[in-house]
């Protein structure tokens, strides 16, 4: 018994403490796709999560009120969406990570990218 449970700690320790055996489904923010309390939530949730290649990314917002919209880094950064990568309007919208790299999420209601509703995530293989 001792050594089966110092094989599982010796594995989580070579993987950096990411062991799973199946994807994740990852609530954006852990709620719901909304106005934030601050500019700053949704970004401070990505920051912690780990993102792999397979997993889901949920929006949960209502239509009609919500949407969400992949965007390049430089349209990201200037809250802007012209030459959107995808756009969901109907809601929830679930994205599934195919590839590692870095993407990039707004909405295009109103004000309400300036006002928070934007991040990015680094999905890694």
């Known amino acids: 018994m001792k050594k089966l449970i110092l094989v599982v700690i010796w594995g989580t320790f070579l993987t950096g403490g990411q062991q799973r055996s199946a ?4 609530i954006v923010g852990n709620s719901t796709w909304t106005i934030p309390a601050s500019n700053s939530y949704y970004n401070d949730w990505a920051r912690n999560t780990t993102f792999l290649v397979g997993d889901d990314l949920v929006f949960k917002f209502e239509t009609g009120f919500y949407d969400m919209i992949q ?14 990568y995808r756009s969901f309007v109907i809601g929830p919208a679930k994205i599934t990570f195919r590839e590692e ?8 209601f109103g004000n309400y990218c ?4 934007n991040f990015y995530v680094y999905v890694q293989a």
């Open 71 to 84: 965007v390049s880094r430089e349209e990201y950064e200037g809250c802007r969406y012209e030459n959107p």
């Open 114 to 117: 300036s006002l928070g509703m």
């Open 23 to 26: 994807a994740v489904e990852h």
């Open 101 to 108: 790299g870095t993407f990039y999420y707004l909405c295009s």
